[in-house]
RNA sequence: GCGGAAGUAGCUCAGUCGGUAGAGCAUCAGAUUGUGGCUCUGAGGGUCGUGGGUUCGAGCCCCAUCUUUCGCCCCA
């Protein structure tokens, strides 16, 4: 029989490598929980039309990156390629907002890309991410790049850039676009082909070429910012204020666009330099417009996300995995296999205890149930033999020190109680 | 979707000029009868990613395909 292998750009993640995502898991739920964020899980399917809706039909991700499908119904549904605009159709469906005019989210889970895979790029990949649903003020750009930089430092990462950029409001963008694709169209001789088809679909996206001249090309482009009508160039500017003073770092980047078509005013990204090819890790921004989008009324807010593949990724990179201290407290060594339930019966009262405990099945030789004791970093060999059945008693022997000592069972389960 | 590299034991890798595969670690067992770690001895485990082709003969040469990986693209 042929193996079957996972499907590709899919990963197993392995026993060994589980504690690795409780770590991240646990620290982020906890660092959330200080700023009041909530966990929300929503379906990892939704109808098509909601990414279409909201992402944007330009967009990579919609236009080839999708895995949607038509189910037995006849609906094409779509597995989701990111969590923004699920949480919206969720929170437009729940009223969610309804009750307070704040809401704060945070997620974590699996999405799909059909993308070529790479090191750090997953077609079933995860993230973790939290939004900022409400406040239409500066104040809530901040709260959320806070967030993401004390989940960043909970987590043991320091070495990152945050780049930072405005989109500005509707009529800024509308107004850049026009200013950026007349200045491209003038100079689209010296463009790269995809450049110049991109200029057509998604012209803001030329801006994050890495084509050589390209860059020749965008050097003399004009910038967004120049375009920033006050209202968004002071939103900005009070962001900005706001990291500086509360000492956070950061580096402006007015070539910052990002791929989905739905952010408005604050964009921002995270990225490292160990990841190669795909150096960023989180990124986010304000998505003023996106309610509307999905038929909820305007509501402004903001969120990020972070990859975790990358993140472990980058905890690897620097040695900055947490150890796995998960350990046995008990082994159970049975000299005669027909002392199995005398020892389980022993045993289960212990883990009623708290304790963990292993009772051994396969019937080994003493030796290799000491070995086995050991290599599993037991604290405590328990030892049945003739003796300890036939008078209710346990040896215990301390793996460490070797110390070894028989008393009764019941003495022993009340030195515990 | 485009271009480059790689796939041999559970893991990390050798494998000469084409002659049906090896090591280390890991696993399992043993070294006088109820005692681990160290040491020693031994054993099991591979259709050489898959499918074709060339050849008397292919891990090695050729083609296709799958997967991984690097860069592009894109993004987390």
New binding site residues.
Partial sequence: M??I???????DILPENIYQWHFLFDKFNEISNRFNYTEIRTPIFEKTEVFHRSIGEA???VN??MYTFTDKGGESVTLRP?ATAALVRSIIQNSLNHESPILRLWYFGP?F?Y????????RQ?H?YGAELIGSPNPEADIEIILLAIELIKSIGINGYTLLINSLGNEQSRANYRIALIDYLKNNSENLST?SRT?LEVNPL?VL????ENDLKVLENAPAIIDSLDSESRTHFDMVLKGLEEIGINFEISNKLV???DYYSHTVF??RSNYL?????????GRYDGLFEQLGGKATPAVGF???I??LLLILEQIGGLPINNQHIDYYFIL?KSDYYNYAQNIANKLRQLGKSVVVEI?R?????Q??????IAARF?A??????FLESTI?L??????A?Q?MSVEAFLNSLK
């Fill in positions: 042929e193996k292998q996972a499907i590709r750009g899919t990963k967009t990579d991700i080839k990156e990111e999405f890309r993308e070529r895979p790479q090191k750090g790029r997953l990949f993230q995809e991109r996206r994050d070429s890495k084509d990002r791929g989905l990204e995270f190669g090819s795909q150096d960023s890790f989180g990124g986010g996300a972070f990859g593949e990358r000299q396969l080994r030789s003493f030796k290799a000491m070995r086995e004791a050991n290599k060999a030892i049945v033999g003739e003796s300890e040896t022997k301390n793996l460490n020190d070797s070894q028989t």
